[in-house]
């Protein structure tokens, strides 16, 4: 994504564009998307939302709005709350419940906002258990050390107690009291209830009120702890209503563990258990008999899962995976699958000529690195189409060449990926870190000769010229039209083609047709007679209509809305007439080029369409009030 620090002027921004506060009902995040329920959905918005700088996409799934920001999205989400009126929860305080959906579309979103908040905590984890993977390979006697044991324990502790992270989300989401969720699903992996199931497996038998126990344990359980938040919000609810509310504050918290513990254990527990294990093992059967064809249906369609934000929905399989047999291999191929859109985005970058492509395309391969692909997806390949087609083709095929190998992870990943291929090793496994190296050599190398030998399709989405690439002579332009207006350089600098501005809302001619300088002076003036109609709260754009209405937006540097109007001093008022060559503005270039940020100065006629033609009439280095543009009227 673009680099973007104002968080607040783009979380004003999407509010806006989605129809303001009163449109939202709930808002969240995941690690890379600010994701929003809204009221009703404007097919606008989706657009316009898509359209700022710093939203990668914008996608609507699962019953949800949601912006694809990448790795700022949480500054853009703590930005964003407190905008609108939400409990601490994130769910608005108007009373309006989340439409119901499809219940495809509720099960996403549940498993969305469950699991989201925690991942990193997961992937941080797992990678940890990698670490100790790699240092038990090289130094053979650090497992039998009380350096391996603590840092071991501490790799294990968030997926022993998971039902208890379960427990806080799922609270959140179904606006359960937290306190009561987590001490109702901290009774699951208690030392005692282990001890006892431990007993009943072993052949004693354990009753409550004269009902069978069964020995199933709930620690990095998944779905258990999950129906019994569901279900607790709507004993709560029962209770808030029916009791005194004298007594509520003890008494809901009473009878919600005393029903809801025992109700697990009894019913809800063994029964979503083996649920969660019999889509294992459905999976797994595929995996162990037709292993090419489990590979295939990962490596080449994980991510298409993933630009419908439903990924999510398999945690709770590839989780009963580890508990029941420590191992899974649909992590393996899932790891495929990501580091196919890596080689996308590096093949894309090997081959491009435009510096912004390249630029998107590092940052998207650097996330990618991380397991996170959404950048790389939204900002590279989907967007160009053949390198997300491409990564697709390597991911299968490498995933199909990895599954003759058998790969398995054996220490779950919350973001598999390149640095979490150390947890396909083990002893007992030697073939499945070679299938997996081979598989993701597969996938990184071959989306990369693809694009090099069959092009990425670059050319499709480079709009129009927005300008004639040899300007025609301004005399030659009067000695055949009679009826045009003159624009003039509004500061002295090097011209630019504007479709070679390295950003892709100017180059694309999405805002307009025109021309860019390179400035040589700190001084931007009135490109003819007119009036001013809009100055930029940052103070680094002007925008300008002339006295017959053709209106211009000079936009000083790139991405300098994020210098806060620091470097700029205006000399002109919202609404001011000007006369033409008049100063507007100065700014200091050195100080946006310390901030990393480039001064080339696009001036674009935003109502071109209303024109025949807008020609550039000049090239090379211009005074401040050269002729550079005419507009053919």
Not at 396 to 423: D, E, Q, R
Not at 507 to 521: E, H, Y
Request: with cysteine; charged share 15%; hydrophobic share 50%.
């Amino acid at each position: 994504m673009s680099k973007v620090r104002d968080y607040q002027q783009l979380a004003h921004s999407i509010l806006e564009a989605v129809g303001g506060e009163d449109n939202i009902i709930s808002v969240a995040r995941c690690a890379t998307r600010l994701r929003l329920v809204l009221k009703r959905s404007d097919a606008k918005a989706k657009d316009q939302v898509a359209a700022l700088p710093g939203v990668i996409t914008v996608v609507e799934s699962g019953g949800q709005f949601q912006v694809v920001i990448g790795q700022h999205v949480g500054e853009v989400y703590e930005a964003f709350r407190p905008l609108v009126s939400l409990d601490e929860d994130g769910n608005s305080d108007q009373g309006t419940e989340a439409p119901k959906g499809t219940v495809l579309n509720r099960i996403i979103a549940t498993m969305s906002a469950v699991f989201a908040p925690f991942v990193y905590i997961l992937a941080a984890a797992g990678i940890l258990q990698g670490a100790l993977i790699l240092i038990s390979l090289v130094f053979k006697d650090f497992a039998t050390t009380g350096t391996y044991e603590v840092f071991s324990f501490i790799s294990w502790a968030p997926f022993t107690f998971l039902p208890i992270f379960i427990a806080i989300t799922a609270a959140n989401h179904f606006k359960v009291n937290q306190f009561i969720a987590v001490a109702c699903s901290a009774a699951l992996v208690s030392p005692t209830w282990a001890e006892m199931a431990g007993r009943i497996t072993s052949g004693e038998s354990i009753s409550f009120i004269g009902i069978a126990l069964s020995g199933t344990t709930y620690t990095s359980s998944v779905l258990p702890p999950l129906f019994l938040v569901w279900l607790l919000s709507y004993l709560e609810r029962f209770l808030n209503r029916t009791i005194n509310d004298v007594i509520k504050p003890l008494f809901v918290p009473f009878f919600c563990m005393v029903i809801m513990v025992p109700l697990t254990i009894l019913v809800i527990g063994p029964i979503t258990t083996l649920g969660a294990e019999g889509i294992a093992n459905g999976y797994n059967y595929l995996a162990e008999n037709a292993p090419a064809l489990a590979g295939l249906i990962i490596g080449g369609f994980w991510q298409i899962i993933v630009i419908f934000g439903v990924h999510w929905g398999v945690t709770p399989m590839v989780l009963a995976n580890f508990e029941q047999y420590g191992r899974d291999s649909f992590q393996a191929y899932q790891t495929i699958a990501v580091i196919a859109q890596v080689g996308a985005v590096i093949g894309v970058i090997l081959k491009t000529r435009n510096k912004e492509t390249k630029k998107v395309g590092v940052s998207a391969g650097l996330t990618g690195i991380f397991g996170i692909t959404e950048p790389a997806i939204y900002g590279v390949t989907l967007r160009f189409k053949k390198p997300f087609i491409y990564g697709c083709i390597s991911g299968a095929v490498g995933a199909v060449v990895a599954s003759f190998f058998k790969p398995y992870y054996f220490a779950y990943a919350g973001l598999p990926g390149p640095l979490t291929l150390v947890n396909g090793i083990s002893s007992d496994y030697p073939s499945s870190i070679v299938g997996l190296l081979i598989g993701t050599a597969i996938a990184l190398i071959l989306p990369i000769v693809l694009i090099q030998i069959l092009g990425f399709g670059e050319e499709k989405v480079v709009p129009v010229a927005t300008a004639p690439a040899t300007p025609v002579p301004a005399q030659e332009v009067s000695a055949t039209l009679t009826n045009e207006e003159t624009i003039q350089a509004p500061l002295a600098g090097q011209l630019v083609p504007l479709s070679d501005v390295p950003d892709e809302v100017f180059a694309s001619g999405a805002m307009g047709q025109g021309i860019a300088i390179r400035p040589t002076s700190n001084t931007v003036v009135a490109p003819f007679t007119g009036t001013i109609v809009m100055i930029a709260p940052t103070k680094h754009a002007i925008g300008l209509r002339s006295t017959s209405g053709v209106e211009v937006l000079i936009h000083v540097g790139l991405e300098t809305v994020e210098l806060g109007g620091t470097p700029f001093t205006l000399h002109v008022e919202d609404g001011a007439s000007v006369e033409a060559g008049q100063t507007l503005l100065t700014f200091d270039a050195e100080a946006i080029e310390q901030h990393g940020l480039q001064t080339i100065t696009p001036v674009i006629v935003t109502n071109a369409s209303s024109y025949a033609e807008v020609i550039a009439t000049q090239n090379g280095t211009v005074e401040a009030n050269t002729e550079i543009l005419i507009i053919v009227k």
